[in-house]
């Protein structure tokens, strides 16, 4: 940390050498925290300062009592983009690459992708919309013997029922009208690759019937063709429906499902990792602040207690577009709860009572404690000044959980 007075000789009164100071210093060590002090006439260089990466300025005379509190924040602040650091450390340690997990549930999942992806089972990744499930199909097919073959994705969901076998299997010339030429299917596109079915669920029974046979010789004959393509073809399934629901209704073939379901993956939804959702959002924040250069460097303690506390129904994918819609838009370069489009503690709207509100700050306090000491229960009771078995106690009464 530095406090700086702008009118340094031999200007002391202009800004030239306490301007000249503050880049140096940023230069040398850019996480410092600087804090311009400056007497009413010279305002505007300080708010320069400021723009530059200046921490904060405080005008003259000098009240020791508010200095130190403003040194207080900036020391906090230091150690809130420490933690940011480490956690983007931590988020390095994934054992796939391009795979940002922290937390054990996830990097279990990886584990067992490890597992599976050298040899050629069927996968069936399960879980919530927005979870990553495309992302882990394609680390299964990197890590596999066909990873310089081609990996073919297909939504089935978002192609129309009269055009999905055309997609999967593709058509000769003149086998409907408008096929003017013969179109190569994306099954047969992803021989000797992988081939990626998403919304393996929304695939209405008479397609599910011709991919069963698919899958029992992997032939395939395009529409208005004869002859049949022998292809070698990997598969890996996704969805987010409950297929064991839906064979029950008999809305999805039990003799299908087998074939598909050589391995499941249970993908666990954002709010069952939830020290994940700091660790993305971190790598999401660096990400669209480079793409989009803008100045925004960390999360404030706001930021951070809503990033633990929300349910993220949207999963991933609502996380991602919340910290890019922050980024862009935010004026400071840290990021409150209110930027990223959420309360503090995930309630709306919040009771205003007295009894309510020190909950949430008891609340907030504890989450920030965690985030900072890195679930270290111990260093938290320590930052928050009070007995382990106390941490324990207000955890337990505020719901707050570790994924150990």
Known sequence: MAIVDLGLPPDPDGASEGLAILAEILAIAPATKIIIATGNETREHALRAIA?????????PID???????????????????ENRRLLEAAAASPIDGIIANSSAMQRVLRNIEKIAPTDVAVLLRGESGTGKELLAQAIHKLSARAREPFIPINCAAIPETLLESELFGHEKGAFTGALKQTIGRIEGADRGTLFLDEIGDVPLPMQVK????????VVERIGGRKPVQVDVRIVCATNQDLDLMMAEGRFREDLYYRLNEV???????RERSSDAVVLANFFLRRFAT??????RAFGPTALAALSNHPWPGNVRELENRVKRAVVMADGQLLSAADLG?????????????RDARARAEREALQLALAQAGSNLSKAAKLLGISRPTLYDLMQQHQIGLDL
């Open 52 to 60: 530059l990466g200046a921490y904060d300025f405080y005008q003259k």
């Open 64 to 82: 020791i009592d508010v200095l130190q509190l403003i040194v207080a924040r900036a020391e906090q602040m230091f150690d809130l983009e420490a």
């Open 211 to 218: 991919l069963l046979r698919f899958l029992q010789d992997q």
């Open 264 to 270: 499941t993956v249970r993908v666990p939804a954002l």
């Open 291 to 296: 793409e989009y250069g803008r100045l925004v």
């Open 342 to 354: 959420l309360s503090a503690l995930g309630e709306d709207p919040q009771s205003l009572t007295i």
